[in-house]
């Protein structure tokens, strides 16, 4: 973890720090955008769907954390599958890993500049929207700059910060459904076919996703290998609770929950009137940028991963002299989510990267079979795994399958993506497959 300059990464991230930041990954705009077209789609079996794709996740996020406990360096699903799979599928996940984390801050941007135009009506157009983003995110960027102790501390407060106002919302929610004793929002026809479950699904794994996020920095945590796995499972039993109380909040309040793009802001006018609306926009922000704060932590420690393994440019390995922090990684980071942010829509951006985050989420279930098996053969990279999960070749092979078929609800436009995604990292591998790379 020392940098040519001497200079080294900070190991400042405690346990509760750590769970934060996987708060921050998961909880964001899929809170505030989803509700609605989930509701639209399936009615009160949207309760069902929420549930079903908590219990998928939770099989992903169990062979990551068996996994992420063998290891104290930076990198996450990319030092994973490189450690379990080689050189080659290392890069093919570090590619596809910050594609995701790419497209999810930028459909975060997008929806931050969708409630903020609740306060400022510029915002929702494209030259108010591109300067919304440019303040989000150059903040945020400075803050980071200039130390991971700073950015831990922002990513706590927000994790804190947008619970809250949740926890309103769906206290008055519960109070107005125990009044009116059903739900507002009628169940569609087509809420029961098959093609329609596997779409939702797909959506709700956005909504859940993010927490692999949370592993990327773990070269700065404190005991990454005990504390990975406690985080990972906080924050899912807490996002889940969350998610199902707001979404019956959501269909006892609106008859047509996707008749907005802010649908909690309209169940909060609803609840509270027009000051319920600016409330829960103003919850929204928040939310969103506790998650871009986590993300602006998280995510440039995967470049800077990647350049500490000889599969970048050593100046994304670049290390402040003064405030320990991968500053050009950073910079660089904060410009790609901008530029995707002003260039994409809100549903091009979250449709791409629940699609591209399937590849990473397979991949990690098969590493914890393929480890296991080096650990027999006494070839295993790292330490052993201090979190271990029963059923451990089933879990795995049922995370794999459910990637799969998630995947086949891509449509060409997220094919072709992440095709030119593999073509590209398949490109990075010849050019560097000569490279030694250091041991794991």
């Given at each position: 973890m020392t940098h040519p300059s001497g200079a080294t990464l900070v190991r400042s991230i405690g346990r509760w720090s750590l769970a934060a930041l996987v708060l921050n990954g998961i909880l964001g705009s899929g809170i505030f955008a989803l509700p609605g077209t989930v509701a639209d789609r399936l009615g009160a079996m949207s309760l069902v769907a929420w549930i079903g794709a908590a219990l998928i996740i939770g099989v992903i996020m169990a062979c990551f954390a068996e996994v992420a406990s063998r290891f104290l360096d930076a990198g996450g699903p990319y030092l994973y599958a490189q450690a379990a799979f080689g050189r080659l599928i290392g890069l093919q996940?570090?590619?596809?890993?910050?594609?995701?984390?790419?497209?999810?801050a930028a459909t975060n941007v997008n929806v931050f500049t969708a409630y903020f135009a609740e306060f400022w009506g510029p915002a929702a157009g494209r030259a108010g929207g591109a300067a919304v983003a440019t303040v989000l995110l150059g903040v945020l960027a400075v803050v980071n700059y200039r130390g991971v102790s700073g950015g831990t501390r922002l990513s706590n407060a927000f994790a804190v910060a947008k619970i809250l106002p949740l926890l309103v919302f769906i206290g008055f929610g519960v109070w107005w459904g125990l009044s009116h004793?059903?739900?507002?929002?009628?169940?569609?026809?087509?809420?029961?076919?098959?093609?329609?479950?596997?779409?939702?699904?797909?959506?709700?794994?956005f909504a859940y996703g993010g927490f692999e996020a949370a592993l990327i920095p773990l070269g700065e945590a404190r005991d990454p290998r005990r504390d990975a796995p406690f985080a990972l499972?906080?924050?899912?039993?807490?996002?889940?609770?969350?998610?199902?109380?707001?979404?019956?909040?959501?269909?006892?309040?609106?008859?047509?929950?996707?008749?907005s793009a802010r649908p909690l802001a309209e169940a909060a006018r609803v609840l509270f009137g027009r000051a319920?609306?600016?409330?829960?926009?103003?919850?929204?922000?928040?939310?969103?940028?506790?998650?871009?704060?986590?993300?602006?932590?998280?995510?440039?420690?995967?470049?800077?991963?990647?350049?500490?393994?000889?599969d970048l440019p050593r100046i994304?390995?670049?290390?402040?002299?003064?405030?320990?922090?991968?500053?050009?990684?950073?910079?660089?980071?904060?410009?790609l989510v901008w530029f995707l942010a002003v260039q994409g829509s809100?549903?091009?951006?979250?449709?791409?990267?629940?699609?591209?985050?399937?590849?990473?989420?397979?991949?990690?279930?098969?590493?914890?079979?393929?480890l296991r098996r080096l650990d027999r053969l006494?070839?295993?990279?790292?330490?052993?795994?201090?979190?271990?999960?029963?059923?451990?070749?089933?879990?795995?092979?049922?995370?794999v399958l459910f990637s799969l078929v998630l995947a086949t609800r891509m449509n060409a436009r997220e094919a072709l993506l992440l095709g030119l995604t593999v073509l590209i990292a398949l490109a990075h591998w010849a050019a560097v497959r000569r490279r030694p790379a250091p041991p794991i």
């Open positions: 996940m570090g590619w596809m890993a910050y594609l995701v984390r790419l497209t999810a004793g059903s739900f507002a929002t009628p169940a569609p026809a087509e809420a029961g076919t098959p093609t329609g479950w596997l779409q939702v699904i797909l959506l709700l794994i499972f906080v924050g899912l039993a807490v996002v889940t609770v969350l998610y199902l109380l707001v979404q019956v909040t959501v269909l006892v309040t609106l008859a047509d929950p996707a008749a319920g609306a600016a409330f829960m926009a103003l919850a929204a922000l928040i939310s969103v940028y506790g998650y871009l704060a986590g993300a602006m932590l998280n995510v440039p420690r995967l470049t800077y991963a990647m350049a500490e393994r000889g994304f390995g670049a290390i402040h002299l003064t405030f320990r922090t991968p500053t050009v990684s950073i910079l660089v980071y904060a410009f809100l549903i091009q951006n979250l449709s791409l990267s629940a699609v591209s985050r399937l590849s990473t989420y397979g991949l990690a279930c098969a590493a914890v079979p393929m006494g070839r295993a990279p790292g330490s052993p795994a201090l979190f271990r999960i029963p059923w451990a070749t089933t879990l795995a092979t049922l995370g």
